[in-house]
């Protein structure tokens, strides 16, 4: 048994990431989509595969018809994923979705993802948690840079991406849940690393979306991700700030940060909004600004301790 799957092992791509952590709201589909689109904003040929049940839609794939769908089947809602992983066949991925940004969407479909991996775990054994892998390695030369989003829902969820990636990176936000799912991935590391994939490393983990000036209580935070992850693990400076309205309108909008940030200029203002020219919705507010620029500060962050874990 312990040779049949030592056989089948997959070096994943170079420049590979799964952002994740055993917990929900913690801005990791957020930081995934940023990761990915401003990987492919500076050149790089990139891939973004969201192997989540909730697809966010932060670039605008699904209400506003960016990207060009692969011919056949509706590749919507996780259903391209599942297909591909159902018929052992090659991902496609919906094309430039942004210049240089290809995504495989998660959504609804992707919790079946999970109940096919327990089958054919019974059937095939433990080498089906490289199942992603296999379907990722035909269009991997494609890509400079695969991004993963990941699901909290399950442990079978969170082994699949880990066993196609090079690298993952942790994002927490400071309550005790948040502490907890990383105890999680830190356990589903550390079999994945051992079993199927030995070229995982730990890039690091950071506090998202947090209060900027509360650096006592990001002191006891960092603690805490030593603790769950081991002391060794890199811990980033940048810390997102909190900015609910922000990161809130540019999801709805299906924008980067960056790009909603480029409306400001614009933008209607409150005035337009009291004299009924516009709405609540037309308004961009300036905190996008040093939201942007949090978030890109974050992802050369990000970029910079896979670079140095490589
Ligand atoms: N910097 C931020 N400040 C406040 N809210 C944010 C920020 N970034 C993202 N959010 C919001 O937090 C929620 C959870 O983020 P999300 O990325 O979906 O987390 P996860 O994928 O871990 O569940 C979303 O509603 C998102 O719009
Ligand atoms: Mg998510």
Redo the contacts with the bound molecule.
Sequence with gaps: MLNESAAQLIEPPEGSTVVGTGK??VG???V?AHLAGEAAEAGYRTLLI?V?G?D?DDLGIKRFGRGTHPAGPSVLDGQGLYRALHDRTPLQPIREVRPNLDVVP?GPMVGEVSQLLMLRMMQEGPGVVLSLARALAPIAALYDRVVF????ESDSLEQLVLASAKHLIVPTRSDDSSILGMERISRNFKVVKRQVNPHLQMAGAFLYGSNRSATLMHAAVRDDIRRTLGEGTPILDTIVGYRELPARNARKKGLLFGEYAELLPTSATRYDVKAGRATDADVVPDTIIPLAKEMRELNQEILEHCRKAA
Aim: net charge negative.
């Design positions: 929900g709201g990791k589909s957020t995934a969201c989540t909730q966010d998660g989003d990941s699901a909290p």
